[in-house]
């Protein structure tokens, strides 16, 4: 069974860096996209980072391009969200996806927000 399992959220003061992990399990990564998503109150689901994990492309929407890295270590079958100088807007409960790399591309994933397995969920606040 495909599960996907977020870890590494909590409380940050703004401009700090928490770093976030989905392990993965019952697949083998080398055959998905993987991507990170987050909603926060009253917002829409964003695509906030994504990876592919056989060639290691990705992408970044600009609201958080420079700030977040995401990386993946196919060994351990995780993928990783680094994200540094986090603001308040940051605040959301953040989600990882997979989707087989056959269905879409990286970009396409974040921006339509495309899942065919999805996480439990990590919270992430941003506040002084």
């Known amino acids: 069974q495909l599960q996907l399992v977020e870890s590494g959220g909590g409380l940050v003061q703004p401009g700090g860096s928490l770093r976030l992990s989905c392990a993965a399990s019952g697949f083998t990564l080398d055959y998905y996209n993987i991507g990170w998503f987050r909603q926060g109150p009253g917002k829409q689901r964003e695509g906030v980072s994504c990876?592919?994990?056989?060639?290691?492309?990705?992408y970044y929407p600009d609201s958080v391009k420079g700030r977040f890295t995401i990386s993946r270590d196919n060994a351990k079958n995780t993928v990783y969200l680094q994200m540094n100088s986090l603001k308040p807007e940051d605040t959301a409960v953040y989600y990882c996806?997979?989707?087989?790399?056959?269905?879409?591309?990286?970009?396409?994933?974040?921006?339509?927000?495309?899942?065919?397995?999805w996480g439990q969920g990590t919270q992430v606040t941003v506040s002084s």
């Open positions: 996806a997979a989707v087989p790399r056959t269905i879409t591309n990286v970009q396409a994933m974040c921006v339509m927000r495309i899942g065919s397995s």
């Open positions: 990876i592919s994990t056989s060639d290691g492309s990705t």
